[in-house]
């Protein structure tokens, strides 16, 4: 149980485009879901976290226009980049806790590489 | 300000022999902490959490020590195999539930 998906697994774009990444909880329901960037030989960074019906919590110096978030149900969380330029380019990972129960161990996604040329 | 440092150098280790990685960090006060293993171009991988009234924990060959004096943390391999090669990852946080910090992670490489 715990499974986190997320769609696409890679993405290429170019700068300008907007891209969108969808992260699932396949098995259970998540109250919160976190996103984070990492990039190569780096820690993961949290960019966000968001609650269900919420709007976002930021991380200070992450741009709320450009790294939209939207958390419409208990297990489906997107995170959409707007006009994505090339030092977008990162590994875009999203974790999700349980809704009751567990050890509120935070489950992750296997992430979405994406490369802005 | 929060730091969070794990051994920077890649750790190079023979089959059979026990692993040892370290997470120290300062500047924070965290409730939990945790182990992750993330496999090249994969999200990471939950391992074992542990309470700051914890002193150790232990999950078949893995082992985590936690020591809130010396704002440290040991993760423990026995008998390491080729398989357990990977980045290992610790993780902070300060309540239930709250965000994680990361460390940047050791790279484990068990030769045969």
């Known amino acids: 149980g715990a499974v986190v998906s997320q769609h696409p697994s890679w993405v290429i774009c170019k700068s300008g485009t907007s891209v969108k990444i969808e992260c699932r909880s396949l098995?259970?329901?998540?109250?919160?879901m976190f996103w984070y960037r990492q990039f190569p030989k780096q820690s993961l960074m949290l960019m966000a976290t968001s609650n269900e019906g919420s709007k976002a919590t930021y991380e200070q110096g992450v741009e709320k226009d450009k790294f939209l978030i939207n958390h419409a149900s208990l297990t489906l969380s997107t995170l959409t980049v707007t006009s994505a330029h090339p030092e977008d380019s990162s590994f875009y990972i999203c974790s999700a806790t349980r809704l009751a129960g567990g050890t509120d161990t935070q489950y992750f996604g296997p992430g979405t590489r994406l490369t802005v040329l | 300000s929060q730091k969070i440092e794990q051994n920077s150098e890649a750790l190079n280790i023979q089959e059979g022999k026990t692993a040892t990685l370290t997470c120290n960090y300062t500047?924070?006060?965290?409730?939990?902490l945790q182990w992750y293993r993330q496999d090249p171009g994969r999200g990471p991988v939950f391992l074992l959490l542990i309470r700051e009234n914890e002193k150790e924990k232990r999950k078949e060959r893995l082992k985590v020590t936690f020591d809130t004096t010396l704002k440290q943390s040991l993760f423990h391999i026995t008998a390491s195999q080729p398989a357990d090669s990977a980045t290992y990852l610790c993780a902070l946080t300060a309540a239930w539930g709250g965000k994680l910090i990361f460390g940047q992670g050791t790279e484990l490489s068990v030769k045969p």
């Open positions: 500047n924070y006060s965290p409730a939990y």
């Open positions: 098995d259970f329901q998540a109250t919160t």
